[in-house]
């Protein structure tokens, strides 16, 4: 099959199964998550069709795409607004179980995972202890087959909806900060002493939670890797959150969103935002750059065609991805105007049945951009990767 006919066959089965809620979910989308429900029903349609993890070696349950009809994928799903899946499981916690799992972990974890019934969240960051990951602290005691976790997690992205959590915890206190970390795997978010307290974000939406942790017993077994050798484990996973992304597709959604808008909104001088020069340079402009973080990206898709994993590659990716979408929200705010500043949150409920008091191409412009500020903070900050990328890539010496 042509890679043409390979995109046609995807069109296809877009438009039997993407549902005018389920579009409508993800043209509300403002962040990396879709509406939760819309996420799962999506998830179970794509793995009933096979097609859930691309990205998986097909013994897992893959669907032995090349790397060329993987993106060929993820660019008309993204540009037929389909919602975004719940992937922290698909994306990070398979490939990390497959590199780094036992036998009964993969056998027990791996097919949930896929099927859509185990959602994960992460449990990394801590007050204090975010982009400087080492200085984590909730720690764990071993008692006999459990270790005993207190502490607390922050940032917990959709701890709400999910029902299970991989986690670092402070196994030890000896030596660098890095080498008493261990990597848990806790299977269920109800369990006695556990707290989840929301965080209401700036946009007035839920989407991260603090996490409280008091005795919680999670089972040896349900470790990865060795105790205290976590820190490799953990490395290993942020090189899929990192690499696993890809920016050039959201960018080329946002160089669609920007060209509408600035052709539909109007200025005070009657005519179209994008007729003014000043826009339109610095439109062409983040398209130029836009298309250089392609290349970027086309570089660590075949360092993974090739077997190997992201590597520092996926910092470079991660960092200048991050940077140019936060470039695009802010040339919406200023094509848009005042128009940005109506504030409506239910109206990016994909059930919502009232009348926005703005335009539908305004709508999510103004939460994109406020969520958007943390993607250069989240999964490892700009300025970790500029250390990476000069340490790895560039060779550098600090």
Excluded at 236 to 262: M, P, S, W
Aim: hydrophobic letters at 40%; proline letters at 5%.
């Amino acid at each position: 099959m042509s890679y043409e006919e390979f995109r046609h066959e995807v069109r296809s089965f877009l438009a039997a199964n993407l549902t005018p809620e389920l579009r409508r979910a993800g043209e509300l989308t403002t962040t990396v998550f879709s509406d939760f429900d819309a996420s799962l029903e999506w998830h179970r349609i794509l793995y009933k069709q096979g097609w859930v993890a691309p990205d998986w070696p097909v013994e897992y349950g893959g669907t032995g795409w090349d790397i060329n009809e993987r993106y060929i994928f993820q660019e008309e799903c993204k540009l037929a607004n389909a919602p975004s899946l719940f992937a922290l499981g698909l994306q990070m916690v398979g490939p990390m179980l497959m590199g780094y799992g036992s036998e009964a972990q993969k056998a027990k974890y791996l097919p949930r995972i896929l099927s859509g019934e185990d959602m994960f969240c992460q449990g990394y960051s801590e007050p204090g202890a975010g982009s400087d990951l080492a200085s984590l602290r909730c720690a764990a005691e071993r008692d006999g087959d459990d270790y005993v976790i207190n502490g607390q997690k922050t940032w917990t992205s959709m701890a709400k909806h999910a029902n299970k959590m991989f986690l670092l915890v402070r196994t030890s206190k000896e030596g660098k900060p890095q080498a008493g970390i261990t990597f848990l795997l806790l299977d269920d978010m109800s369990t006695e002493g556990l707290t989840i307290d929301p965080i209401v974000g700036l946009d007035g939406r839920v989407e991260q939670c603090a996490c409280f942790f008091e005795n919680v017993r999670i089972p040896v077994a349900n470790r990865v890797g060795e105790e205290n050798q976590g820190w490799a484990v953990a490395k290993y996973l942020l090189e899929f959150e990192r690499g696993g992304h890809n920016y050039t597709i959201d960018l080329k959604k946002q160089i669609k969103k920007v060209r509408e808008a600035g052709t539909m909104h109007h200025g005070i001088d009657g005519k179209p935002a994008l007729a003014n020069p000043v826009i339109a340079s610095r439109l062409a402009e983040l398209e130029v750059d836009a298309l250089a973080v392609e290349y970027t990206e086309l570089r660590l898709k075949r360092a993974i065609a090739g077997g190997g994993n992201p590597g520092a590659l996926s910092s470079l990716a991660k960092l200048t991805g991050t940077e140019l979408t936060q470039r695009f929200h802010e040339l919406a705010l200023d094509l848009l105007g005042p128009s940005t500043l109506l504030y409506q949150p239910e109206a990016l409920e994909p059930g919502y049945q009232g009348a926005p008091i703005n335009e539908d191409y305004a709508l999510t412009t103004m939460p994109e951009y406020l969520n958007g500020r943390a993607s250069t903070i989240y999964g490892g900050s700009a300025q970790v990767q500029r250390n990476i990328i000069a340490k790895l890539v560039l060779q550098l010496d600090s």
